[in-house]
């Protein structure tokens, strides 16, 4: 069964910092691209960030540039988000997603799997 379990979101103060894991079980996804996405309350789905195969070409929605690290360890099968300078904005439901090709995606029905979400909140 394939899996995708994020972790590490938490309640955290303005200006702080979290790092979210997606862990990836059931196959390997080293050969595909991954993105995280987030949704708050009355909002659709939207990319925070997405990462190429073999993690060399990222991309980042203009509200996190700067902000947020995206980054992968394919020997761990597993995929990271760096979150620096946190506003109450950013709070969502984050999500990690894997797509069925190697180049970054953006749209989230170019992705295939997805993890059940892990709840960031910034208090201001």
């Known amino acids: 069964q394939v899996r995708l379990v994020e972790s590490g979101g938490e309640l955290v103060q303005a200006g702080g910092s979290l790092r979210l894991s997606c862990a990836a079980s059931?196959?390997?996804?080293?050969?595909?691209?991954m993105g995280w996405f987030r949704q708050a309350p009355g909002q659709e789905r939207e990319l925070v960030a997405a990462?190429?195969?073999?993690?060399?070409?990222?991309d980042y929605a203009a509200s996190v540039k700067g902000r947020f690290t995206i980054s992968r360890d394919n020997a761990k099968n597993t995929l990271y988000l760096q979150m620096n300078s946190l506003k109450s904005e950013d709070t969502a439901v984050y999500y990690c997603?894997?797509?069925?090709?190697?180049?970054?995606?953006?749209?989230?029905?170019?992705?295939?799997?997805w993890g059940q979400g892990t709840q960031v909140t910034v208090s201001s």
């Open positions: 059931g196959r390997t996804f080293s050969t595909n691209a």
């Open positions: 990462i190429n195969w073999i993690g060399l070409i990222t």
């Open positions: 997603a894997a797509s069925d090709g190697i180049n970054v995606a953006r749209n989230p029905n170019q992705y295939a799997y």
